[in-house]
């Protein structure tokens, strides 16, 4: 084995240059070819690729760092056969942006490696209009490269160096640039075709005087140093070119101009991401790559959390303004609120709803409800029915103890619960809020007359602790005297079951020899259909409003 040291290639006359991603590591094996880092000028991006494979022992970089040709990126250990060429001649040509050689127009800034988009004309007088035959140039070996944007439409007039069209690689975007200045007479592809060097780009209109004699003008420019005395690295096969950023050439997977190169928009392709909707952090807020890690990251927990506004791919209901129609005053959502919004719609979107109704007779329990306001009173407590809801709801359970589980999170399981805790909905000035009562089962009425009542006190003096409103196997939410015939309450997921009550009515029963005028309670079950089956909530409801009908059963 033999140890090299990594020296940045030629740049295309470009110094100080900054590094803006190490995209290696120490201890990391690559293969050639692979990115090193990636060096940001003011002109154009570019990924500097290893001439070798091998191990990274060491870096000699690191992010913010400005770099000039020859200077050290990293240490690289080889293999020995490797090790025998002088590192010099297994550098690759530098993968220089595309747009720095037409754009540079001092003495010596050209380099002939860089060569402008092959051409050829109809006549060379000068002065006279002649056509020119566009072509696409050397693209350092890369072949059907796509065209991701043509920049340029039949009768425009372009200058020398004007973008025509953007093509992207595995590697690298570039764009190429014009020749000389004139006007568009044909083009030749679109996007979405694959193109190679010499391949036709479009037919240009050029003045005669402009650049009537392009073999010679070109070889009477001073050449630069670099270019009369290349390196070895010149023969073998050149790197990509880079892509030029704040330009065209910088689009995301979806539609808009982004300021990112083009390892971050591969990245941004694989995950599916719009770089349209990123902000970058990078020099000039340019897109890095943790910019789309973090958005992925910010999606997926999002989705965990149950927060994905507008819901699993559901389209958003439009933005309305309600002042056109009249007077209106905004008010903020409590953070109850908001919580409740964000539960509710998880649980909405996550949980298969079935809604069961039924009709508890109550006659016998309200009569002796009735029968015991002297001993509530001594007792200092409200003998309402929801302790009766309470009790028979756990008994229920206790029959039927499908309905006491929950799913659990890695969707293989169920978790069966041997505790019974039940949560009650509460109506607060903040908003809805659900305090649990623990081993219902296990207390008496007048027990749970004063425990319901002492939490309902605290969630409406705002006074509930995170854990008074956790661990609930089951919920009840009663609307009570507030009305109504029936309503399909939403599951409180993680549970797999909520009762829903309404206001008791005297209705006409048939005893079987005639109607007579009960005490009914309407009752409704939503369960999770991934848990519960219908016949478990058959069994289930049959129980609770047996019990609610003789109340002697939850005594047995």
């Not at 001439?51 to 970089?61: E, F, Q």
């Not at 070109?218 to 050449?223: I, K, Q, T, Y």
């Not at 109506?427 to 027990?447: A, Y």
Request: glycine share 8%; aromatic share 4%.
């Amino acid at each position: 084995m033999a140890t090299e040291i990594i020296p940045v290639p030629d740049l295309g006359g470009a110094e100080k240059v900054d590094v803006i991603e190490v995209c290696v590591e120490a201890g990391q094996l690559i293969e050639a070819e692979q990115s090193l880092v990636v060096l940001e000028s003011d002109k154009a991006s570019m990924e500097i690729p290893s001439p070798k494979a091998g191990k990274v022992i060491s870096l000699k970089v690191k992010e913010g760092d400005a770099l000039s040709e020859g200077d050290a990126i990293l240490e690289l250990e080889v293999d020995a056969v490797d090790g025998d060429q002088p590192a010099e001649a297994a550098i690759p040509e530098a993968p220089a942006a595309a747009t720095s050689v037409p754009v540079e127009t001092s003495a010596g800034s050209a380099q002939p490696s860089q060569p402008a988009p092959e051409s050829t004309t109809s006549t060379t007088a000068a002065g006279a209009s002649r056509e020119e035959l566009v072509k696409v140039p050397d693209l350092g070996g890369s072949e059907a490269v796509d065209v991701i944007e043509v920049c340029v439409a039949v009768g425009d007039s372009i200058t020398e160096g004007d973008s025509l069209v953007v093509l992207e690689s595995d590697k690298a975007s570039m764009e190429i640039p014009s020749p000389a200045a004139g006007k568009v007479l044909s083009i030749k592809l679109a996007e979405g075709d694959k193109v190679s060097e010499g391949d036709e780009l479009l037919v240009l209109e050029v003045a005669g005087s402009a650049t009537a004699e392009p073999s010679q003008s070109a070889a009477s420019e001073p050449a630069a140093p670099k270019a009369q005395a290349p390196q070895p690295a010149a023969e073998s096969k050149p790197a990509a070119p880079a892509s030029a950023p704040s330009t065209a050439a910088e689009v995301s997977a979806g539609s808009g101009d982004v300021y990112a190169g083009p390892a971050v928009r591969k990245l941004a392709r694989q995950l599916g991401v719009d770089l349209t909707k990123l902000k970058g952090t990078g020099p000039r807020n340019r897109l890095m790559k943790d910019d789309v890690r973090s958005y992925v990251k910010k999606l997926v927990a999002d989705v965990n959390s149950g927060k994905v506004s507008s819901g699993s791919g559901i389209p958003p209901i439009p933005a309305v303004d309600f002042a056109q129609f009249g007077e209106i005053e905004t008010l903020k959502l409590s953070k109850i609120a908001k919580i409740t919004r964000d539960n509710m719609s998880r649980s909405w979107l996550n949980v298969p709803h079935v809604t069961q109704f039924d009709d508890a007779d109550i006659t016998e329990l309200e009569e002796f409800r009735a029968s015991m306001k002297a001993d509530a009173e001594r007792r200092g407590v409200k003998l309402t029915p929801l302790p009766f809801l309470l009790k028979a709801a756990a008994a229920a359970l206790e029959a039927e103890p499908s309905f006491n589980v929950s799913l659990h999170a890695d969707g293989e399981h169920l978790v069966q619960k041997k505790y019974i805790h039940i949560g009650m909905a509460v109506d607060t000035p903040n908003g809805l809020m659900v305090p649990v009562i623990r081993d219902v089962n296990k207390k008496g009425l007048w027990e749970l007359a004063a425990e319901s009542a002492e939490l309902a006190k605290k969630a409406r003096d705002g006074k509930l602790m995170p854990r008074d409103m956790q661990g609930g196997c089951f919920t009840i939410s009663s609307l009570g005297a507030i009305g109504g015939t029936g309503f399909t309450p939403i599951v409180n997921a993680p549970e797999v079951a909520i009762m829903g009550v309404s206001k008791a009515q005297i209705k006409p029963v048939w005893n079987g020899t005639e109607f007579v005028p009960r005490n009914m309670l309407p009752l409704t079950v939503s369960y999770d259909h991934r848990a519960i089956n219908g016949a478990d909530c058959g069994r289930f409801f049959t129980y609770l409003v047996s019990a609610l009908s003789d109340i002697r059963k939850l005594l047995l």
